[in-house]
């Protein structure tokens, strides 16, 4: 059972940029197609980004297009969340996850790992 840790979140304001980070305790972490989900506060958990074990597939809620990017790099069992651009409504505690199917991914469901989460915070 590959575990997470989230790391990379922080108060910030409108406009500015951050990385997270996701890293996985697993070797074989290209075995796990991962993605990022965000909970605000009074809010449902909801998707963000997706990406497939080789890292040669990703998906992105429409809110984030053309302003986050997701990546990962394998050598490092991590996987990572450059989000420029924030907006006071990004704010919310980030969720890394991970899962065999990249489709899981997608939709949020049967996920084999979660993260314990970061919090961002933009101010404005």
């Known amino acids: 059972q590959v575990q997470l840790v989230e790391s990379g979140g922080g108060l910030v304001q409108a406009g500015d940029s951050l990385r997270l980070s996701c890293a996985a305790s697993?070797?074989?972490?290209?075995?796990?197609?991962a993605g990022w989900f965000r909970q605000a506060p009074g809010k449902e958990r909801e998707f963000v980004a997706a990406i497939s074990r080789s890292g040669d597939s990703t998906s992105y809620a429409d809110f984030v297009k053309g302003r986050f990017t997701v990546s990962r790099d394998n050598a490092k069992n991590t996987v990572y969340l450059q989000m420029n651009n924030l907006k006071p409504e990004d704010t919310a505690v980030y969720y890394c996850a991970a899962d065999s199917y990249y489709y899981n991914i997608q939709n949020g469901r049967a996920l084999d790992a979660w993260g314990q989460g970061t919090l961002v915070t933009v101010s404005s």
């Open positions: 697993r070797r074989a972490f290209s075995r796990y197609a």
